[in-house]
């Protein structure tokens, strides 16, 4: 397996052999400023998840084929495209409407967690997400702790919410809710480590990704009965 440098090296030297030759100047197709910022941010995603958010802008410009001076007139800094990146590819793709069905008491708990999380981790958990998300976290950029704090402790909030009242358990106490909280992030961290088994670690089973989310809300709520009561 190649580095880091290497890979960027190679990427560098692709961009320079498709490059006009002669006049040794980038030839950058013009496009409306939105359309070219859309661009940007879709490559910036990618190529952040795959070199970490260490990797140079310059290597970035490249590979989007524009100059690092057209980029700078986009984005200011390499922190505020990485907000950017945060704003479209992190949080930009969880979906509103997800609260909404997971509350949605015509349907039973489980089944509003499994289709919920069935689709989460199809639409929000893909390889490249992973990716960036942990290089983030180990960078200690504050993108994952805001997308916990902004996301994440709203939706285990709703999930706790929603699978007492179907357990027909009473809401307990705030310090008990915190307790609660936690078992919720089980939940939760098993889906996102499935993620991570399935994309990082190519781990490869014969059991389904619907199959296995199945077995985890199940698991959830059984377990959930039996710790409200001593909570």
Request: hydrophobic letters at 45%; one cysteine or more; glycine letters at 4%.
């Amino acid at each position: 397996m190649r580095a880091k440098s290497d890979h960027l090296s190679t990427l560098r030297q692709k961009s320079a052999s498709s490059a006009p030759k002669g006049k040794g100047r980038r030839v950058t197709v013009r496009m409306p400023a939105a359309e070219r910022r859309e661009q940007i941010l879709k490559k910036a995603f990618e190529f952040f998840a795959e070199y970490g958010l260490t990797a140079q802008t310059r290597a970035l410009a490249e590979s989007c084929g524009v100059s690092q001076r057209l980029l700078y007139s986009i984005f200011p800094n390499k922190a505020a495209l990485i907000n950017a990146v945060y704003e479209t590819g992190i949080a930009g793709v969880f979906k509103a409407v997800w609260f909404v069905q997971l509350q949605d008491r015509s349907k039973p708990i489980e089944q509003r967690l499994k289709d919920f999380y069935c689709e989460y981790y199809d639409t929000v958990l893909t390889r490249s997400w992973m990716r960036l998300f942990l290089y983030a976290s180990l960078a200690e950029v504050e993108m994952a702790p805001t997308y916990i704090a902004s996301i994440i402790k709203h939706l285990l909030d709703t999930i706790m919410k929603e699978a007492l009242h179907e357990a027909g358990l009473t809401s307990p106490p705030s310090q008990a809710q915190a307790e609660i909280q936690e078992i919720c992030w089980i939940l939760h961290g098993a889906i996102s480590h499935l993620a991570i088994r399935r994309h990082i670690y190519r781990d490869q089973t014969d059991i389904k990704v619907n199959k296995v989310i199945a077995l985890q809300v199940h698991s959830f709520l059984a377990g959930l009965k039996s710790v409200v009561p001593q909570a």
